[in-house]
C-alpha cells in the first residue's frame, strides 16, 4: 500500500465519523466511507516478481499498451512503446532496467485525456533515462485527464534495480517506454501489461557487453 492511501483513507473516515456525531444518522457516513475504501485500493502496490534474465526491458506500470512505433529523437532512431493506465489500473512506476539514473526532468504542461497522441509532448510530464549494462532507457511518466501529481522518488546519479519502485501517477495516466531501435519487442497493441513483470522488449546481444 503507497502511504497516500492511508492519507486519503484515514482523513476520509475522520469525516465519516464527524458527520456520524453531528447528524446521529449512520447514512450520512456512507459516502466518505467508500470513497475511504476506494482510495485503499487505488493506492494498492503489490508485489510483483521481476524477470531476472539479461537483457530485459520490462515496463515500467501497469495498464494497456496502446502504441508501438519508430520515432527519430536527437539521438537517433527508438521504438516508443505506450502504456495506458486507467483510473483501475495499479499506478506504482517501476524502473524498466537495472542501471544509473542519467537524467530526470520534470515538465509542465497540459491535462489532455492521455489516450490523445499529443499528450506525449503537451501534457505535464517527469522523463526518466537510465543506463546500465550497455542498454539505455527512457521512460516518461505522463499525466492524464485526472492526474494531478507526478511522483518520482530517486534523483539523478541514483542507481536503481530491474522492476524497483521509483514512484507513482495519481489517477488516470500514461507512461511511454523509449527503447534502442533494434530491441526485440515482446507486446502488441492491446496488451495488457504489469510495472516490473511483463516483458516489453529484449535488448540485441550487440547492444551490451
Excluded: C
Amino acid at each position: 500500500m503507497v502511504r497516500d492511501g492511508y492519507i486519503y483513507a484515514l482523513s476520509l473516515l475522520a469525516v465519516a465519523a464527524a458527520l456520524v456525531w453531528a447528524t446521529g444518522a449512520w447514512a450520512w457516513s456512507l459516502a466518505p466511507v467508500l470513497l475511504a475504501a476506494f482510495f485503499l485500493w487505488f493506492f494498492r502496490d503489490p508485489q510483483r516478481t521481476v524477470p531476472q534474465e539479461a537483457g530485459l526491458i520490462v515496463s515500467p506500470g501497469d495498464g494497456k499498451v496502446t502504441e508501438t512505433t519508430a520515432i527519430e529523437t536527437p539521438d537517433g532512431p527508438r521504438q516508443r512503446v505506450s502504456i495506458f493506465l486507467s483510473v483501475f489500473d495499479v499506478h506504482v512506476n517501476r524502473s524498466p532496467i537495472a542501471g544509473v539514473l542519467t537524467a530526470v526532468s520534470y515538465r509542465k504542461g497540459e491535462y489532455l485525456n492521455a489516450l490523445n497522441p499529443h499528450s506525449a509532448d503537451r501534457n505535464e510530464q517527469n522523463v526518466v533515462t537510465v543506463r546500465g549494462d550497455g542498454i539505455e532507457v527512457t521512460f516518461k511518466q505522463i499525466a492524464g485527464l485526472l492526474a494531478r501529481r507526478i511522483v518520482f522518488r530517486p534523483g539523478e546519479g541514483d542507481r536503481v534495480e530491474r522492476g524497483q519502485r521509483v514512484g507513482l501517477i495519481k489517477f488516470g495516466s500514461r507512461v511511454d517506454v523509449i527503447l534502442p531501435a533494434d530491441a526485440a519487442l515482446r507486446v502488441q497493441v492491446g496488451d495488457r501489461v504489469k510495472g516490473g513483470a511483463s516483458v516489453l522488449a529484449v535488448a540485441r546481444e550487440g547492444e551490451r557487453p
